[in-house]
Nanobody, 119 residues
């Protein structure tokens, strides 16, 4: 059974930093791409960042480019999202998700972790 478990959310002041983790289990994810999404109250879910597990190739939404960094630790089967220079508009529930490297649908989702940025 595939499981994605996020951790690391919390409350931080604007300009601060947080690091989120997503630990994957249940299969080998070397043929997967891992993404972070977020959803703020009353808004649609928004894609934030992606990393292709096998190559380490990354991509980011324009809203977080230059502030957020996605990375992975193969040995720990864990994906990270380092968030710097946080803004109140980054407040959301953050989810990690997995899809096949060459597919577009994310098949697996974590339960989410709350990130709150105070002004």
């Amino acid at each position: 059974q595939v499981q994605l478990v996020e951790s690391g959310g919390g409350l931080v002041q604007a300009g601060g930093s947080l690091s989120l983790s997503c630990t994957a289990s249940g299969r080998t994810f070397s043929r997967y791409a891992m993404s972070w999404f977020r959803q703020a109250p009353g808004k649609e879910r928004e894609w934030v960042a992606l990393i292709i597990w096998s190559t380490g190739t990354t991509s980011y939404a324009d809203s977080v480019k230059g502030r957020f960094t996605i990375s992975r630790d193969n040995a720990k089967n864990t994906v990270y999202l380092q968030m710097n220079s946080l803004k109140p508009e980054d407040t959301a529930v953050y989810y990690c998700a997995a899809r096949g490297t060459y597919t577009t649908t994310h098949d697996y989702w974590g339960q989410g972790t709350q990130v709150t940025v105070s002004s």
